[in-house]
């Protein structure tokens, strides 16, 4: 298809930042957990995908899904071409029992945003694309980032296509029967070169905003983190039949490993270290377990300190397991260092946004795997709740069209110099 002109004079869609999360909101709740559940590739994201294409397509966007399943809606220049493109975007999977906002915000965002500038006949002088990347939480398959990772080369592309999620499907085959071809799944070098700027919009994840009486502000930097799993293999045997005497219970050991992670990062300033997610295995109430699989999420500003955290960690785990008869054994998932945003956009936000704070984050983006290697930006919009990665996640109506607003200022200073 054809590069379409901004000219072109189809009246601006009337949708709003929190009309568009209406519509969001009816896909992938989970009356189990409560929130939303759309793990990346599921009918639930799938479906969100398909509404993104539509609400694109109604903006005369042209849309193309990646061979790594990101999707870009193109609002080309009049010259046409993607180079140096302003792309601004966020994700559609969530964690499990996720709130509405973390991703969607961002993505329901940048449509309004670029609806403010259609209304206003904006001619850009550079191409604009709003991208949805999958798997930004990596709840299905373990790797947070895991489309920015693969498009950038940052995870080897072999080792991302054999991950499995928890049905033991890779991602090579759950994304084959999603209708991508896995064997080119990879880098992609030429979409990232066409990447000029990236900006991400995010609901915030903490209270600072709340606290400076702010509705948006401006990201500094993401703390680095990382996701390890502990394996701690005991004995399997008969819950009525074993002697409490008798036992390599690793569920004991898990529970005194649990205790002493958070000892641990206590014992550590401005660290922070969760277990979020155990498994015993098999997993029945009348069954010793023969093994518990147990997460650990540890994160500090300081990427040398996580690493002396997490030996430590594994130090203690090894003497807790091995006092009831297990043994652990530690794999790492994902880690992303520290990063920080590229300094004179951010500062150049501040100018167009002169009463946005200029805050670092503990929670991890894309926007944070594409720092890495284009000049990359963050805004963020105020949590009434301060709570995220639970129903309790908030934004209200104004805030969310002050962020749409932000965003469009932003966008529009980036489209024409
Ligand atoms: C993702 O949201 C993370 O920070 O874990
Ligand atoms: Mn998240
Ligand atoms: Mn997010
Ligand atoms: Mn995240």
Redesign the pocket.
Known sequence: SGPTHPSASTPAPADTVAGLLAEISRVGADTHRGGYSRPVFSTAELDLRAWFLAHAAKRGLDVETDRNGVIWAWWHTPVGGTANAVVTGSHLDS?PGGGAF?GPLGVASALVALDFLQAEGLRPERPLAIAVFPE??GSRFGV?CLGTRVLTGAIDVNLARGLRDQNGDTFAEVAARSGFDPTLLGPDPEALARIGTFIELHVE?GRELIDRHQAVGIGSSILG?GRWRLSVTGQGNHAGTTLMTDRHDPMIAAAGIVMAIRDTARAQPGARATVGRLEPVPGGTNVIASRVDLWL?ARHPDDAVTASVVATILAEARLIAAAEGCTVQLTEESVSRTVSFDTGLRDHLSLLLPDAPVQHT????DAGILTQYVPTAMLFVRNPTGVS?SPEEYVEDDDAEAGALALARVLADLLVP
């Open positions: 964690v973390d930004e939480e947070a994840q983190h999420d503990g929670a991890g983006h990665h």
